[in-house]
C-alpha cells in the first residue's frame, strides 16, 4: 500500500524558511521520479518541483525557482522541500507524490502571513 506522510508546514511570516518533509512507503522509493504540488484554496492542484530518482536532477514552477529546492533520501525514502523567502502566495497544502502513482497523502498546511 502506497503512504505518503507530509510534516514541516505551519505559520511563518513572509521572508521566513520552511522545511517540508514526506516520508514514502509501500513502494521501491528510488526507482521514481519524486514531486511535490501544492494547493491553495479556491485553485486546482499544481507542481511545485520534481526530481529524479537519483536526485541529480531537478525542476521548479517558475513561481518558486530560486526559493524552493527540492532534495530527497533514497535511504530513508524520505523527499524534502527547503522552502525560503516565503512570500503569502506561498500559502497552500502541500503534498508529494511518486510519479506513477494516484495515491496522495494529507499534507501538510502551509501558511505566510504576518
Known amino acids: 500500500q502506497v503512504q505518503f506522510v507530509e510534516s514541516g508546514g505551519g505559520l511563518v511570516q513572509p521572508g521566513g524558511t520552511l522545511r517540508l518533509s514526506c516520508a514514502a512507503s509501500?513502494?521501491?522509493?528510488?526507482?521514481?521520479?519524486m514531486s511535490w504540488y501544492r494547493q491553495a484554496p479556491g485553485k486546482e492542484r499544481e507542481l511545485v518541483a520534481i526530481?529524479?530518482?537519483?536526485?541529480?536532477?531537478?525542476n521548479y514552477a517558475d513561481s518558486v525557482k530560486g526559493r524552493f529546492t527540492i532534495s530527497r533520501d533514497n535511504a530513508e525514502s524520505r523527499l524534502y522541500l527547503q522552502m525560503t523567502n516565503l512570500k503569502p502566495e506561498d500559502t497552500a497544502v502541500y503534498y508529494c507524490?511518486?510519479?506513477?502513482?494516484?495515491?496522495w497523502g494529507q499534507g501538510t498546511q502551509v501558511t505566510v502571513s504576518s
Open positions: 507524490k511518486a510519479n506513477g502513482f494516484y495515491d
Open positions: 526530481i529524479s530518482e537519483d536526485g541529480y536532477n531537478a
Open positions: 509501500g513502494f521501491i522509493f528510488s526507482r521514481y521520479y
